[in-house]
């Protein structure tokens, strides 16, 4: 059985259940159904649940989207409804020009 790497791997650092956190959690897990499909490993990190992770990469704000793979790392803070500047951000190709015209993401 060949084990597949995935592409993208990504952590997101979130603060509890809140309005902000669950529309990251949500825009973020659009964009990877729809664009990443099964190239990514998604990570959310509650820093309620877990505050060492978060002293660990020196969060300072959250939502933090932090993109470890493919390098190099970037991240992204807010609740990722930019569509067009999670991509830029994530340094995927605007190859689904309909995805990026007319995809709804929960904008709060």
């Given amino acids: 059985m060949e084990v597949v790497m995935p592409e993208f791997v990504l952590k997101l650092y979130v603060v509890g259940q809140t309005a902000r ?5 949500a825009n973020l897990r ?4 729809s664009i990443l499909r099964d190239r990514y490993e ?4 509650d820093i309620l649940e877990d505050p060492e992770a978060a002293e660990v990469e020196k969060i300072l ?3 933090t989207l932090i993109k470890l793979q ?3 790392q970037r991240r992204i803070i807010g609740d990722l409804s930019d569509f067009a500047k999670v ?3 994530l340094d995927i ?3 689904n020009q309909e995805l990026l015209q007319g ?4 904008n709060g």
């Fill in 93 to 95: 190709r605007k190859k």
């Fill in 87 to 89: 991509l830029e951000g």
């Fill in 21 to 25: 956190s669950q529309r990251a959690i």
């Fill in 103 to 106: 995809g709804t993401y929960a």
């Fill in 61 to 63: 704000a959250t939502p």
């Fill in 70 to 72: 493919p390098i190099p």
């Fill in 30 to 33: 659009q964009i990877c159904e």
């Fill in 42 to 45: 998604l990570r959310i990190i």
